[in-house]
């Protein structure tokens, strides 16, 4: 285990941690080429002999000839494509014979024969035909429209006074120890003797807001995330990856008790990082489809361990949910 780590990078990890579920990816049809190799994606377009294809690495293009089979993902997606694959059916000229000259001559496919002809779109392109005749190659006339309005305006309309500019809406501030956020409705105890730490969702992933000492001695990470998930397995999920981040991680406690409220889990638990032995509390709220994780954590080889878990406490607990 690499204990390289800084106290951020740890952090980093808590506002991962409500990601308890991946959404899988579309494969799409199955696309067998004739050396044994398969692609997956799905066929936007055919063309000069080549299929386009969507894949989750970008556009590949194809030719038709290197194709062995194309399995679809639902059997309707793919008929274009499949039947672009069958080659056209061969057809000799019909001929007639010229009454006078006994020669060969081929025969003049009847209009009806034409319109009845089925061909694939998938694998036609329209022909340009070589030349055109006058009808052809003149436009239509363009009735010019007349820029003169039928009826005047008796008199000039003022145009409306420009929108009052609204301030933009304040999403979080400091009131005293009191931290409120109103972009996710919540407030908690901010201890005086910690700093907001700034773009905290550029620097933490899914971090609503992150707060600690100077020397980061003492660190505290709020994160956020839409889920399904129950409680119980997702907090359990959440354990298990903080569990990843440390040398010698040991679970000290842990209780089910609501926090403002609502359902939540708490661990107490001990871990090796950065060269520091560290005391952390994570608590795992669930609210109404979505889950919140405050990880608190401290230095436990120092002489204010209990004071800063006293603290970090304090902060856990005091958590409370608004209106929006």
């Known amino acids: 285990m690499n204990t390289s780590r800084g106290p ?50 970008g556009y590949v293009l194809v030719e038709k000839d290197k194709i062995a089979a194309i399995i679809p993902d639902t059997p309707a997606d793919s008929t274009d494509a499949k039947a672009a694959l069958k080659p056209a059916p061969k057809t000799e000229p019909a001929t007639s014979k010229d009454a006078a000259t006994g020669a ?69 501030e400091v009131q005293g120890n009191l931290y409120i956020n109103h972009e996710y409705a919540f407030r908690m105890y901010k201890a005086p003797s910690w700093e907001i730490i700034g773009d905290a969702g550029q620097t933490l992933p899914n971090a609503i807001v992150a707060m600690g000492t100077n020397n980061e001695s003492t660190l505290l990470v709020v994160g956020y995330e839409k889920s399904k998930t129950a409680l119980e397995p997702a907090a359990k999920a959440v354990e298990k990856k903080l569990s990843e981040v440390y040398d010698n991680y040991r679970l000290i406690s842990q209780r089910t008790a609501p926090i403002s409220g609502m359902p939540a889990v708490e661990y107490h638990y001990r871990g090796l990082a950065d060269g520091h032995d560290w005391s952390g509390t994570l608590a795992v709220v669930a609210r109404n489809g979505e889950i919140f994780t405050v990880l608190g954590m401290t230095y436990a080889d120092t002489d204010l361990i209990q004071i800063q878990e006293n603290v970090i406490t304090r902060a856990v607990t005091s958590l409370e949910f608004t209106q929006k």
């Open 8 to 57: 951020l990078a740890i952090l980093g990890l808590a506002a991962l941690l409500a990601a308890t579920a991946l959404a899988p990816s579309a494969r799409g049809d199955e696309i067998r080429l004739k050396d044994g190799k398969k692609l997956h994606g799905v066929i936007v377009s055919y063309e000069d002999n080549m299929f386009k294809v969507k894949t989750d690495f």
């Open 104 to 172: 060969l001559t081929p025969a003049v496919e009847t209009s009806k024969q034409a319109k009845t002809a089925t061909i694939t779109n998938a694998a036609v392109r329209p022909e340009i035909p070589l030349t055109a005749t006058k009808s052809d190659a003149t436009p239509p006339a363009i009735k010019p429209v007349n820029a003169t309005p039928k009826t005047a305006l008796a008199s000039p309309v003022a145009p409306p006074p420009p929108p009052k500019v609204e301030p933009p809406p304040v999403k979080e």
